[in-house]
């Protein structure tokens, strides 16, 4: 018979993401004394194949996954209708452990344009640098060498990322860095490292990295299957949590609420959708939003669930030679071909079990030509925004070695490239909100706000034309998956198909007429998506400015609550916000040990 579970904890998590993970670690190991509760709604991932192995991210996607809550948004006119639909991790570790496991950094300047005393780039680098071992080459001055969090090439080189180096250095004309994440360099191309342990080949997870190696301290307790509910509040002072049995965890489980106390501290550690979720069901946020749903206000905060952004993401789907090394084989769950990766795996951490299919990508901006090919739609958010702050890149172009998408299971078995384009700093923003359904139930009020400012699509239509005249020019390239592309006229010289090799490298580019663009900004309307990258919802700002947390994470206008995820972001970062995340929780381990009095050297 297994023991009673403790009924009241030093400080209480209320979620298990990466952030959560981070935090609770480096906590746990300051002082093991420290009685410390995660409560995460998905399940363990330890030592999981799922999750350790990189190259199974995509399967994480299929309809019936447990390792991620599908959120569904509103149908929005500038999507042609479409309701989005944006995943979020759910398992111990969150994204961390199902993620693609590329490696980016935000440039210095995101981090002083939130303009939040303490979080500047000087007091961020450090800790960037603490958290990484930086396996990629050494002696680079802005990386570390000493941090729980691997970043390696992976397990396998792919020669098709080789090609589309080569020809965008000479087609695209941009030069070549082998580090691109060194916070400042930008609009080169570049190799893409990973965040995989070279010597073991694993996934290196906030998970595996700060808590389960520290599974021999009975203080640091993480309880799987739990969703939190709400804050426990004595006046305005967070006391604890109420939490049941996550019915995707647990299915059919008892559904009756607990509670557990918390005597020090309350972190809510849920994500862009889930912390303001909590808050708002503990009465924390905009008075009309709480009264639509019942809920007896607390704090009038009406920040919380505001100011969600993510990144525009496009993955276009191209045909690849016979002779070309892609991940479909892999994807496709191809049996001689999966057993011989896993075994080269298990012998040395290689193959392409420890490969994303992504190891080339350039961190883009435009030059003249490209602003003035892109028109003047674009050129306000350029000269505000970009044009003074040559750190920062309008997007991320790159190539994925396979295919991963809506058309799995009805193509062909052959070899594929995708075409992938995200930009990083969107000027549309949504919101995120709990309301009541028809039936009487708890639902989500997503505004995902995609494509709302007319210049968010500018560099998403240039960037199709562009990547596809690279493309074009591949060794590897055998023409589209037209079905995937935009439904060009008939009789378009932009018509898509089947193609023999490449183009000639100085062949003409394809000539788009208006009924063309018409054809490729209707195409992004309709397959625009997340790139799993929301954040902003519980922002650290001013109160007068709709924030949540100040900086030093403290909810407004009640104590002992704490946020510390994604959602605190104030203003996009322009990275895959894993690294963020990361960051965050460095910083957040740091203000806590500094309040609880302790001799933080971790």
């Given at each position: 018979m297994s023991p009673p579970s403790p009924t009241e904890f030093d400080i209480i998590f209320a979620g298990g993401g990466a952030t959560a993970c981070v935090v609770a670690g480096r906590l746990a190991a300051c002082d093991s004394s420290l009685k410390i509760l995660?409560?995460?709604?998905?399940?363990?991932?330890?030592?999981?194949?799922?999750?350790?192995?990189?190259?199974?991210?995509?399967?994480?996607?299929?309809?019936?996954?447990?390792?991620?809550?599908?959120?569904?948004?509103?149908?929005?006119p500038h999507l042609n209708g479409r309701a989005l639909v944006v995943p979020s991790g759910h398992s111990v570790g969150g994204a961390s452990t199902i993620n693609f496991g590329a490696y980016t950094r935000a440039p210095v300047s995101d981090y002083d344009d939130w303009a939040v005393e303490g979080w500047e780039s000087k007091n961020l680098i450090p800790l960037m640098k603490k958290f990484e071992t930086y396996q990629v080459q050494p002696g680079c001055p802005t990386h570390g060498y000493t941090g729980p969090v691997k970043v390696s090439p992976g397990g396998h080189k792919l020669?098709?990322?080789?090609?589309?180096?080569?020809?965008?250095?000479?087609?695209?004309?941009?030069?070549?860095?082998?580090?691109?994440?060194?916070?400042?360099?930008?609009?080169t191309y570049s190799p893409w490292a990973k965040y995989i342990d070279s010597t073991t080949g694993r996934r290196s997870d906030a998970a595996h990295c700060y808590v389960y190696n520290q599974a021999q301290n009975p203080n640091l307790q993480i309880w799987v299957g739990k969703r939190v509910t709400r804050i426990i509040f004595e006046d305005k002072r967070a006391v604890g949590v109420e939490f049941t049995n996550d019915l995707v965890s647990c299915?059919?489980?008892?559904?009756?609420?607990?509670?557990?106390k918390a005597s020090k501290l309350v972190v809510v550690s849920a994500g862009a959708f889930g912390s303001p979720a909590i808050l708002e069901r503990s009465g924390i946020g905009?008075?009309?939003?709480?009264?639509?749903?019942?809920?007896?206000?607390?704090?009038?905060?009406?920040?919380?669930?505001?100011?969600?952004t993510d990144h525009d993401a496009v993955l276009v789907p191209y045909l690849a030679a016979d002779e070309a090394i892609?991940?479909?084989?892999?994807?496709?769950?191809?049996?001689?071909?999966?057993?011989?990766?896993?075994?080269?795996?298990?012998?040395?951490?290689?193959?392409?079990?420890?490969?994303n299919g992504v190891d080339a990508k350039i961190k883009w901006r435009p030059d003249a030509e490209e602003l003035k090919a892109m028109g003047p739609a674009f050129h306000e958010r350029w000269n505000g925004f970009f044009r003074d702050h040559p750190d920062k890149c309008v997007a991320i172009f790159s190539l994925i070695a396979g295919y991963l998408g809506p058309l799995v299971g009805t193509l062909p078995p052959r070899n594929y490239m995708m075409a992938a384009y995200f930009t990083l700093y969107p000027a549309s923003a949504g919101s995120v909100h709990i309301k009541v359904d028809?039936?009487?139930?708890?639902?989500?009020?997503?505004?995902?706000?995609?494509?709302?400012?007319?210049?968010?699509?500018?560099?998403?239509?240039?960037?199709?034309?562009?990547?596809?005249?690279?493309?074009r020019r591949l060794p590897s390239y055998r023409g589209e998956v037209a079905v995937g592309h935009p439904k060009f006229p008939e009789?378009?010289?932009?018509?898509?198909?089947?193609?023999?090799?490449?183009?000639?490298?100085?062949?003409?580019?394809?000539?788009?007429?208006?009924?063309d663009d018409v054809a490729i900004d209707n195409y992004h309307r309709d397959s625009v998506q997340t790139t799993w990258h929301s954040l902003g919802t519980c922002a650290m700002k001013p109160r007068a400015e709709q924030g949540v947390v100040d900086a030093r994470l403290n909810v407004y206008g009640v104590t002992n609550l704490k946020v510390a995820d994604m959602s605190i972001v104030p203003k996009n970062v322009g990275t895959n916000t894993y690294s963020t995340a990361l960051l965050i929780g460095e910083k957040a381990a740091m203000i806590i040990a500094e309040e609880l009095g302790l001799a933080y050297n971790v």
């Open positions: 995660i409560l995460e709604a998905g399940e363990h991932t330890l030592d999981k194949p799922a999750h350790v192995q990189l190259y199974q991210y995509p399967f994480h996607l299929a309809p019936t996954t447990t390792t991620l809550t599908f959120n569904f948004g509103n149908p929005s020669a098709i990322s080789e090609e589309f180096v080569r020809v965008g250095m000479t087609y695209h004309k941009r030069p070549y860095s082998e580090d691109t994440n060194d916070l400042k360099t930008c609009n299915p059919g489980a008892d559904q009756s609420l607990s509670t557990v905009a008075e009309a939003v709480l009264k639509r749903c019942g809920i007896e206000p607390l704090v009038n905060l009406p920040g919380v669930g505001e100011n969600y892609t991940m479909d084989p892999l994807w496709r769950g191809e049996e001689s071909a999966t057993k011989d990766a896993l075994a080269q795996w298990t012998a040395n951490g290689t193959s392409l079990v420890a490969s028809e039936n009487g139930k708890e639902a989500l009020d997503f505004t995902t706000g995609f494509l709302e400012d007319p210049s968010d699509i500018v560099p998403i239509n240039f960037a199709y034309k562009k990547m596809r005249e690279i493309y009789g378009s010289a932009a018509a898509c198909g089947e193609a023999s090799g490449p183009v000639d490298l100085n062949a003409p580019d394809i000539i788009y007429t208006a009924e």
